[in-house]
C-alpha cells in the first residue's frame, strides 16, 4: 500500500513539475530564447494570486484576473526588452533575464514585504481523501494533478490540430522561411512569450495554496525547470510532459530509498539521459 | 517597507562616507574617539526582515544608553552580507582592515558567520553574533575575542529530548533539511531523547531548501512513530505544517519542533500550526518586567512588534554597554576587556543570563504552545542550558 501511494505522490509531483515547466518549454523550445526569469514569471504567479485572492475573497476569481495580468506583462515585456535580442547570442539573453530577476526580487521586496504568505485553498477542494488509517490525501493535490493533464492536453490540440499551432511550429523550425511565406512572426513571438509567462504565472497561482509565497520561491523552480527542459529534449512538449513525470519517480523514490544521494537522484538522471541522448529524450537532433 | 529603503540608502550614504575618510589620513585615535562598529548583516534576500529586526534591537538599546557605549560616540559601518557565504570573506575584511572597526556586529547565516569568525581569529577583532547557531563558533572554532548574544544550534533543541519524553512518546522520526542548523538540530534532540531511554526509529532528511515533502509523510504514516521531530524554518516550515496537517497527521502523530517552525510564520500557518509545542529561548509572554518595557519601546519606536531576533540584537548592544562600561570604553588592555564581556549579566527581555566559559549565552529554554498568532511561554523547558561547547579549548 505504502508503494501504490508513494506512486501516487511522483506522478502527483511529476505533472505538477510539468506544469512549472511547460512555459519555459514553450519559450526556450519554441523561440530559442534562455529565460532564466522563468522562476520570477512563477513568483509573480503565486504573489498575484495571494494579493489578488485578498482584494477579491477568491482564488477563482484570482486565476483568470492573473492570467490576463500576466500575459498583458508577458507582451510588454517582449515588445520592450526579449524582442531586441532574437538575433543576438544567447549570452545577451542570459544576461537580461538575469537582470530581470533581480529588478522582480527587489520589486516584490518593496512592494509586498519578506514575509511568508499563505494562500487558503478554496473551500471546495480543501478536503481531503483517507487513504489508509494515518493518511489522507488533500484534494487540491488531486486537482493540480487534473489541470495539468488538462493543459498538457490542450496545448498539444493547440500546437498539433490548429492553423495557430501550425504558424507557431513553422516559426519555431525555420523562421526566414516562415516569414517569407507571409507570417508575421514578430506577432506569434509576442503571442508565445506572453503564453509562456501566462503559463508560468498560472503554475504560481495554482501551487500557491501548497507551497505558501515567501522570498527566493522563484529561484527554487528555475534549476528543476530548466532540467526538465534539457532531459525532455529542446522544443518538445511531449518531452516535458515525459521528463518531468519521470524526475518525479527518480525524486521521490531517491528519497525513501537513498535518502543521503536525494539531492543528486536528479542531477544523475539528466547525466545519465545527455551521455545516451545528448539532445534530451525527445530532442531534435 | 520604506523604514527599511530609508535605512539602507542611509547605511550606504553611512558607508560611502566613511570611505571618503579612510583615504585622508588619521591621527592615532584617541580613547575619545568614537567607537567603531561594524554591522555586517542581511538587508536584502531571504533574511532581509531578520537583518533588519537585530539593527533595530541593537539600535534601541544603543538609544536607551544615550546613544553611547562605555561612554563613547559611535560611528556605524554598515555591509550588507547578502547572506551569501562566497563574499562573506571580503566583507568582513573590508570592515576590519579598511574601516578600522572596533568591533564586528553580524550575521544570520551560518555560512556567512563561520567566515567572519575565521577574520576575527585571524585579525583579532571583537566579534559579536547576534544570530546564527553555528555550533563551531563558540565550539571548535571558539576564541577569546569572539562572544554570541543569541544561541548555539543545539540549545533550543536540546530540551525537546526531555519535553517528548515527559510526554510518554518513546519511538520518534525526525525530519530536516541536510543543512547545518538542521542537522545539528537533529542531533542535540537525539542526544538528549536517546539519553532518557527513548529512540529514534528513523532520521530523514531532505535537501535544502527543498519542500516536497509529500513522500516523507508518506513514510511516517507507515512507520507510525509515537511522535515526529523536524527543524524547518521560514517557507519551508509553513509548507510543513501545512503539509503534515492536509496528510491528516497532525491529530494522529503529535509533531514537534525547533522553535524555529512556529516564529514568524504563524499568520502564514494558520490552522496547521495550532496546538503545536516547541523550545527557544524567547518567546510570547515572558512575564518580566524588562520584556515588557523592552517591547513596549521598540513597538513605540518601529511600529512593529519585537521578535527573537530583535531581542538577540538588542543583547549585543547591552553586552557591549557593560563590557565596555566596566572598562571606561577603552580598548587598550584587550584582556581586560574580555573579561570585562565575560562578566556582564545581561539583562535580557528573555530573561537574565550569563555567557558560558565558550562566549555563548547560559539561557533558559521555554517550552511554547501555539495559539492564535503567538507562541505562548507555558514554561521552561529547561533551566539555564549550556551549550557543550565541543571542542573549544577554552571551556
Given at each position: 500500500m505504502e508503494w501504490l501511494i508513494q506512486i501516487l505522490n511522483s506522478v502527483q509531483y511529476g505533472l505538477l513539475l510539468f506544469l512549472v515547466a511547460s512555459g519555459l518549454s514553450l519559450i526556450f523550445g519554441i523561440m530559442g530564447v534562455i529565460n532564466l526569469a522563468h522562476g520570477s514569471f512563477y513568483m509573480i504567479g503565486a504573489y498575484l494570486g495571494f494579493t489578488l485572492a485578498q482584494w477579491t475573497g477568491s482564488l477563482w476569481i484570482a486565476l483568470p484576473l492573473g492570467i490576463v495580468l500576466a500575459a498583458a506583462l508577458g507582451l510588454l515585456l517582449e515588445w520592450t526588452l526579449i524582442s531586441k535580442l532574437y538575433r543576438r547570442d544567447h549570452l545577451y539573453q542570459v544576461l537580461l533575464t538575469f537582470g530581470l530577476i533581480l529588478v522582480f526580487e527587489e520589486l516584490r521586496s518593496v512592494l509586498v514585504g519578506d514575509d511568508v504568505h499563505g494562500v487558503a485553498i478554496p473551500s471546495i477542494l480543501a478536503a481531503s481523501l483517507p487513504l489508509t488509517d494515518t493518511l489522507s490525501y488533500p484534494v487540491y493535490r488531486l486537482f493540480i494533478s487534473a489541470v495539468c493533464l488538462a493543459l498538457a492536453g490542450l496545448m498539444y490540440v493547440v500546437l498539433q490540430t490548429t492553423r495557430l499551432g501550425a504558424n507557431i511550429r513553422a516559426c519555431a523550425s525555420n523562421p526566414e522561411m516562415a516569414q517569407s511565406l507571409g507570417l508575421d512572426i514578430r506577432w506569434i513571438h509576442a503571442l508565445v512569450f506572453a503564453a509562456g509567462v501566462a503559463l508560468a504565472a498560472f503554475a504560481g497561482m495554482i501551487a500557491a495554496p501548497v507551497s505558501s509565497v515567501f522570498p527566493g520561491m522563484g529561484n527554487q523552480v528555475l534549476i528543476i525547470c530548466f532540467v526538465v527542459v534539457v532531459i525532455g529534449g529542446i522544443g518538445s512538449l511531449k518531452g516535458a510532459l515525459v521528463a518531468a513525470l519521470l524526475i518525479g519517480f527518480v525524486d521521490t523514490f531517491g528519497k525513501v530509498l537513498f535518502p543521503e544521494f536525494a539531492g543528486v537522484a536528479v542531477y544523475l538522471l539528466m547525466a545519465v539521459v545527455l551521455l545516451f541522448r545528448p539532445s534530451g529524450l525527445f530532442g531534435r537532433t | 517597507m520604506t523604514t527599511r529603503r530609508k535605512f539602507v540608502q542611509g547605511a550606504a550614504a553611512l558607508a560611502s562616507a566613511s570611505a571618503i575618510g579612510a583615504l585622508l589620513p588619521t591621527p592615532a585615535r584617541a580613547q575619545s574617539a568614537k567607537l567603531r562598529i561594524g554591522m555586517m548583516l542581511p538587508y536584502t534576500g531571504t533574511f532581509a526582515a531578520l537583518g533588519t529586526a537585530i539593527t533595530q534591537g541593537f539600535n534601541l538599546a544603543v538609544d536607551e544608553n544615550a546613544g553611547k557605549l562605555g561612554g563613547r560616540d559611535i560611528e556605524y559601518f554598515t555591509v550588507d552580507d547578502e547572506s551569501e557565504p562566497a563574499k562573506a570573506t571580503d566583507n568582513a575584511n573590508k570592515l576590519v582592515q579598511r574601516d578600522k572597526v572596533d568591533v564586528l556586529v553580524g550575521t544570520v547565516h551560518s555560512g556567512v558567520v563561520m567566515a567572519m569568525v575565521k577574520v576575527a581569529r585571524d585579525s583579532g577583532a571583537l566579534l559579536v553574533i547576534p544570530n546564527a547557531g553555528a555550533n563551531a563558533a563558540t565550539g571548535s572554532q571558539c576564541a577569546p575575542n569572539i562572544f554570541r548574544t543569541s544561541f548555539s544550534n543545539w540549545q533550543p533543541a536540546h530540551p525537546m529530548g526531555k519535553v517528548m519524553y515527559d510526554k510518554g512518546h518513546r519511538k520518534v522520526v525526525t525530519l530536516t533539511w541536510k543543512y547545518g542548523a538542521g542537522e545539528e538540530s537533529v542531533e542535540s534532540f537525539k542526544e538528549a531523547f536517546t539519553k532518557l531511554g527513548g529512540s529514534v526509529v528513523k532520521e530523514m532528511y531532505l535537501p535544502f531548501p527543498n519542500v516536497e515533502f509529500q513522500p516523507f509523510l508518506t513514510e511516517i504514516a507507515s512507520l507510525r512513530p509515537d511522535a515526529v521531530f523536524v527543524f524547518f524554518a521560514g517557507g519551508g516550515a509553513v509548507k510543513f505544517t501545512k503539509d503534515?496537517?492536509?496528510?491528516?497527521?497532525?491529530?494522529?502523530?503529535?509533531?514537534?519542533?525547533?522553535?524555529?517552525?512556529?516564529?514568524?510564520?504563524?499568520?502564514?500557518?494558520?490552522?496547521?500550526?495550532?496546538?503545536?509545542?516547541?523550545?527557544?529561548?524567547?518567546?510570547?509572554?515572558?512575564?518580566?518586567?524588562?520584556?515588557?518595557?523592552?517591547?513596549?519601546?521598540?513597538?513605540?519606536?518601529?511600529?512593529?512588534?519585537?521578535?527573537?531576533?530583535?531581542?538577540?540584537?538588542?543583547?549585543?548592544?547591552?553586552?557591549?554597554?557593560?563590557?565596555?562600561?566596566?572598562?571606561?570604553?577603552?580598548?587598550?588592555?584587550?584582556?581586560?576587556?574580555?573579561?570585562?564581556?565575560?562578566?556582564?549579566?545581561?539583562?535580557?527581555?528573555?530573561?537574565?543570563?550569563?555567557?558560558?566559559?565558550?562566549?555563548?549565552?547560559?539561557?533558559?529554554?521555554?517550552?511554547?504552545?501555539v495559539d492564535g498568532n503567538a507562541n505562548e511561554v507555558i514554561g521552561v523547558a529547561w533551566k539555564a542550558l549550556e551549550d557543550p561547547a565541543r571542542g573549544c579549548k577554552m571551556a
Open positions: - | 503534515y496537517m492536509a496528510a491528516g497527521l497532525k491529530d494522529k502523530i503529535p509533531l514537534y519542533g525547533s522553535g524555529f517552525l512556529t516564529d514568524g510564520t504563524l499568520p502564514a500557518q494558520g490552522a496547521s500550526a495550532q496546538g503545536l509545542l516547541t523550545t527557544l529561548h524567547y518567546g510570547d509572554g515572558i512575564d518580566n518586567a524588562k520584556n515588557k518595557q523592552f517591547r513596549f519601546a521598540y513597538a513605540k519606536k518601529f511600529g512593529v512588534q519585537a521578535d527573537v531576533y530583535a531581542v538577540q540584537g538588542y543583547d549585543a548592544a547591552l553586552l557591549l554597554a557593560g563590557g565596555l562600561t566596566a572598562v571606561k570604553g577603552s580598548f587598550g588592555e584587550r584582556s581586560a576587556l574580555y573579561s570585562a564581556l565575560e562578566k556582564v549579566k545581561v539583562d535580557s527581555p528573555r530573561g537574565p543570563w550569563v555567557m558560558s566559559k565558550a562566549h555563548n549565552p547560559i539561557q533558559d529554554i521555554y517550552l511554547r504552545r
